[in-house]
């Protein structure tokens, strides 16, 4: 079973920037699918971006279209969430998981995830 590790997370200003990393614990193909999502106080989880490691397909939803970037980390069980222009609503727990092309396609999980600890996005202003 795959476990995943999230960091990056931070304070940042209104407009400012943060890089997320997700770390993948354990064995992954090279087509898995990573999803980034966030949960904000007393709000439910939604999908926030999805790489297809195999192509670099992505897909975002649409509050952060041109903003974020998700792609492959420098090594190889890594996946970065680039997050620009950052926005107050942008505020939330933010964590990764392996999903299905459904799954990544829709930003919306079906099935259950293990979820990692999550890191914390504050932004101010």
């Known amino acids: 079973q795959l476990k995943f590790e999230e960091s990056g997370g931070g304070l940042v200003q209104s407009g400012g920037s943060l890089r997320l990393s997700c770390r993948i614990n354990?064995?992954?193909?090279?087509?898995?699918?990573i999803g980034w999502f966030r949960q904000a106080p007393g709000k439910e989880r939604e999908g926030v971006a999805c790489i297809n490691r195999d192509d670099d397909n992505t897909v975002y939803r649409d509050s952060v279209k041109g903003r974020f970037i998700v792609s492959r980390g420098n090594t190889k069980n890594t996946v970065d969430l680039q997050m620009n222009r950052m926005k107050p609503e942008d505020t939330a727990e933010y964590y990764c998981a392996d999903v299905s092309a459904a799954e990544c396609t829709s930003l919306k999980t079906t099935w259950p995830k293990s979820w990692g600890q999550g890191t914390q996005v504050s932004v101010w202003g």
């Open positions: 354990g064995f992954i193909f090279s087509n898995t699918r």
